[in-house]
């Protein structure tokens, strides 16, 4: 997120800043330790001025503070910290003045409308549906009617809609979660990569204590959230690329279709690797796409399933696998 510099930044703005970062942010604990008041000083007005960006959403001012608290401060990633950095951007977007305002266009997706409108959107035209071999969960799910293309349109960031498809991947970690329940149950669980939802919403309903959906993409968080209310379930969607931080305070990482481009599989490798090393457990779930570590890999089951992109009715073999240690091989 580019930091632009305002020289004539109003002060009441910097204090506003100011005070979010110590009250509500506050990753290191220090809000209650006078002396400690300009530990935060030096982020405000990089703070300020990605928070000025028409198209600054609370979920990328967000993950702007989460990636400040980890990569500058060194503060391991955490489901609590992710709390923090959400609660602080929501304060944050939410107490814009009017000369801030006056620069965020009628189309900022994070406004209250524009949320509002996508959910809205969602709703309308991509109908909740049982999915294939997973009846117990239903989906929002885009067909040939749903005009995704008015979102992009709408929205020049608009990217793939992956969140509103089934992927083979998903579709057979999903299953495996709700047949073996002992696998999540109980556990703290993280869907890295999550989409639509799917996997967080199999392991939510097999009883793991809490789960976390985390993407990159900003319409998935409200897929998600409509995704997770359709099936009565507790998810809480964050929007971060966590493969670049520390491994988050979780028992079990979930991964759905994940290893489909070369460079995000290493990378996704290299981040469950760090993950194992914290003795979390990692649960993939694959049709058997090119850039999976499959040398890594010990298979748990098989299933087949209708990919995207391939005609109803047409299954592809896909497994779930859990990662292995280095040393194991
Ligand atoms: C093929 S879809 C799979 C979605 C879901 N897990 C499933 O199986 O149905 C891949 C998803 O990963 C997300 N993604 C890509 N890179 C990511 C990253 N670095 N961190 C988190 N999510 C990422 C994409 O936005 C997309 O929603």
Same mark, same amino acid.
């Given at each position: 997120?580019?930091?632009?510099?305002?020289? #004539?930044?109003?002060?009441?703005?910097?204090?506003?800043?100011? =005070?979010?970062?110590?009250?509500?942010?506050?990753? =290191?604990?220090?809000?209650?330790?006078?002396?400690?008041?300009?530990?935060?000083?030096?982020?405000?007005?990089?703070?300020?001025?990605?928070?000025?960006?028409?198209?600054?959403?609370?979920?990328?001012?967000?993950?702007?503070?989460? /990636?400040? &608290?980890?990569? !500058?401060? &060194?503060?391991? #990633?955490?489901?609590?910290?992710?709390?923090?950095? +959400?609660?602080?951007?929501?304060?944050?977007?939410? +107490?814009?003045?009017?000369?801030? /305002?006056? $620069?965020?266009?009628? @189309?900022?997706?994070?406004? &209250?409308?524009?949320?509002?409108?996508? $959910?809205?959107? =969602?709703?309308? #035209?991509?109908?909740?549906?049982?999915?294939?071999?997973?009846?117990?969960?239903?989906?929002?799910?885009? %067909?040939?009617?749903?005009?995704?293309? @008015?979102?992009?349109?709408?929205?020049?960031?608009?990217?793939?809609? *992956?969140?509103?498809?089934?992927? %083979?991947?998903?579709?057979?970690?999903? $299953?495996?979660?709700?047949?073996?329940?002992?696998?999540?149950?109980? @556990?703290?669980?993280?869907?890295?990569?999550?989409?639509?939802?799917?996997?967080?919403?199999?392991?939510?309903?097999?009883?793991?204590?809490?789960?976390?959906?985390?993407?990159? !993409?900003? *319409?998935?968080?409200?897929?998600?959230?409509?995704?997770?209310?359709?099936? #009565?379930?507790?998810?809480?969607?964050?929007?971060?690329?966590?493969?670049?931080?520390?491994?988050?305070?979780?028992?079990?990482?979930?991964?759905?279709?994940?290893? *489909?481009?070369?460079?995000?599989?290493?990378?996704?490798?290299?981040?469950?690797?760090?993950?194992?090393?914290?003795?979390?457990?990692?649960?993939?779930?694959?049709?058997?796409?090119?850039?999976?570590?499959?040398?890594?890999?010990?298979?748990?089951?098989?299933?087949?399933?209708?990919?995207?992109?391939?005609?109803?009715?047409?299954?592809?073999?896909?497994?779930?696998?859990?990662?292995?240690?280095?040393?194991?091989?």
């Amino acid at each position: 997120m580019p930091a632009m510099h305002d020289r #004539n930044q109003p002060k009441d703005d910097l204090n506003q800043v100011r =005070i979010i970062l110590l009250r509500v942010w506050d990753p =290191i604990g220090i809000g209650d330790v006078p002396e400690a008041q300009d530990e935060y000083d030096s982020y405000v007005e990089d703070i300020l001025a990605a928070l000025s960006q028409a198209k600054a959403t609370a979920d990328m001012i967000a993950a702007h503070l989460l /990636q400040i &608290a980890t990569d !500058d401060m &060194a503060l391991p #990633n955490s489901p609590a910290l992710i709390e923090r950095c +959400t609660q602080a951007a929501k304060r944050l977007t939410g +107490t814009r003045t009017g000369r801030m /305002q006056s $620069r965020i266009s009628d @189309r900022d997706p994070d406004s &209250a409308d524009d949320h509002d409108w996508i $959910r809205r959107f =969602i709703a309308a #035209n991509l109908p909740v549906l049982p999915v294939p071999n997973i009846p117990e969960i239903r989906l929002h799910k885009a %067909g040939p009617q749903s005009g995704l293309r @008015r979102l992009a349109k709408r929205d020049p960031q608009f990217g793939s809609p *992956y969140w509103a498809h089934y992927w %083979g991947g998903g579709l057979v970690l999903a $299953r495996y979660l709700l047949d073996r329940p002992e696998s999540v149950v109980g @556990r703290r669980v993280l869907d890295l990569g999550a989409g639509s939802g799917i996997v967080s919403i199999a392991a939510a309903k097999s009883g793991a204590a809490e789960v976390w959906a985390a993407d990159v !993409d900003p *319409y998935a968080m409200v897929a998600i959230e409509l995704n997770a209310a359709a099936n #009565n379930v507790s998810v809480q969607p964050i929007l971060a690329d966590l493969t670049k931080g520390e491994p988050p305070d979780v028992d079990v990482i979930c991964v759905g279709d994940l290893f *489909y481009e070369a460079a995000l599989a290493k990378r996704v490798t290299a981040f469950l690797d760090r993950c194992l090393g914290q003795g979390i457990a990692v649960l993939i779930g694959d049709p058997w796409r090119a850039h999976l570590p499959t040398a890594r890999l010990r298979l748990l089951a098989e299933y087949a399933v209708t990919d995207f992109g391939e005609d109803i009715g047409s299954m592809r073999r896909s497994g779930v696998f859990t990662l292995e240690h280095k040393s194991h091989r």
